[in-house]
């Protein structure tokens, strides 16, 4: 079993940054793949990145490309998702997720954290 816990987000007024975190516990993290995903109000979850387990691949949602980058220190057992330029767009409950799949859908994905705001400001 994996615990995934996420922190860092907040309110941010857009054009500013971020950077969220999610720590692992329970077992190393290192063996797998491990993405991002969000949730707008009244909105399905949408993938936003993922990185390979040991760092050398990323993937990204088209709507984030060039302004979020994700990276891991599996040492710390933790996964950073660095965002800078944020619009008001952005904001949502932001999720990491683990598993033995490495896709863009939710269904591929085991371990699940409780989710952190982030809200962007106009």
């Known amino acids: 079993q994996v615990q995934l816990a996420e922190s860092g987000g907040g309110l941010v007024q857009a054009g500013g940054s971020l950077r969220l975190s999610c720590v692992a516990s329970?077992?190393?993290?290192?063996?797998?793949?491990v993405a991002w995903f969000r949730q707008a109000p009244g909105k399905e979850r949408e993938f936003v990145g993922l990185?390979?387990?040991?760092?050398?691949?990323?993937d990204f949602a088209d709507s984030v490309k060039g302004r979020f980058t994700i990276s891991r220190d599996n040492a710390k057992n933790t996964v950073y998702l660095q965002m800078n330029d944020l619009e008001p767009v952005d904001t949502a409950v932001y999720y990491c997720?683990?598993?033995?799949?490495?896709?863009?859908?939710?269904?591929?994905?085991?371990?699940w954290g409780q989710g952190t705001q982030v809200t962007v400001s106009s």
């Open positions: 990185i390979s387990p040991l760092g050398g691949y990323t």
């Open positions: 329970g077992r190393t993290l290192k063996n797998y793949p």
């Open positions: 997720a683990a598993g033995a799949l490495g896709t863009t859908t939710p269904q591929a994905y085991d371990y």
